[in-house]
């Protein structure tokens, strides 16, 4: 588990960036957009930007990685937001080592209890399984907290539980998930085939 | 020119379609991605929709108005903002056809002050030129307004220069182009390659 950077201040524009993929048929092959979304708080876009990874491959981690570092916007940004740690089917993000590489906190964020068990099992048809594995017991604790009325699940890389909850507040203007999410989800799948 | 449909009430969270074209490689050939984006007033996102029209082709009305109608957000919108009204290339809307295919009012704006003689000249290098021109003659008359301090150019269908006005100004929530289109154009930009 990475150290908790602390936040100093918590501005009411800091500027988050939310992070989703897009929608691709199932057992397809090849590779599926995912979207990057720069929130000003909880009201306005600075920015989009993109990257596309494997379906069930390996390079989700690296690939964020560089769509954040070579983003003009990187040096505003403040936190990463992902939908969940799973992108592109089974493309597993690791959140330490996202943190590390771009020197953001990561949070993860759903709205679905993540259900281990039944990752586990699914994850046994791929290859890579065990480190696929690997990377989700890596991800840490699943904290539980209740936004807007709604109960949602977190992991977290680089920032405290406290710290996490007062940006998930700030930016979830329009209903239980943070704006950045909401929005990079709208936008990936309204771009998808 | 369409008979401009007479806006009853303009409420404060109006729906519009903001509408603009991702990036190409010069010379380049195929299709270019177009992205739109229902925006609820000036402050808050609803959805993304998106279409793929020929570089340089003849199909942008005709895609346009089906991405719109075939939309889930269509009987929610009351507006269609075109950035313009040249996209991926000189594929050139005709607003008046979008505006009787979809049953909403179109307006085009743009803040660079068009310059009809340099397109009338580069029309000249592609073929239907005489078909491509017609359909700039055809969106009529270009108004000038001043939003939020700067000059922006209209061409409209279906909406009168006053209620047109209105829904600009209600929607620049952000500067001098009215958030769906700085948004639409954010996302297209973002998104390409």
């Not at 993929?21 to 990057?36: E, N, S």
């Amino acid at each position: 588990m990475s150290h908790p950077k602390k936040f100093l201040t918590i501005k009411p524009e800091i500027r988050v960036l939310g992070v989703d993929d897009g929608k691709f048929f199932l057992h397809a092959q090849g590779t599926v957009i995912v979207v990057g979304v720069v929130f000003r708080g909880g009201y306005s876009i600075d920015g989009v930007m993109h990257t596309n990874i494997l379906i069930d491959g390996l390079d989700a981690t690296e690939k964020f990685a560089s769509m954040i570092n070579t983003s003009p916007h990187h040096r505003q940004l403040r936190l990463v937001m992902l939908n969940g740690i799973t992108f592109g089917g089974f493309n597993i993000v690791d959140i330490n080592r996202l943190y590390a590489a771009t020197g953001l906190p990561v949070l993860s964020l759903t709205h679905e209890k993540p259900d281990l068990e039944a990752v586990h099992k699914a994850l046994k048809n791929l290859p890579n399984s065990e480190e696929r594995w690997k990377l989700i017991v890596k991800a840490g604790e699943i904290y539980e907290i209740i936004n807007n009325g709604a109960t949602v699940y977190l992991t977290l890389a680089g920032i405290s539980l406290a710290d996490a909850q007062i940006i998930i507040r700030l930016t979830s203007t329009r209903g239980c998930l943070p704006e950045p999410l909401r929005v990079a989800h709208l936008i990936a799948s309204g771009i998808s085939p």
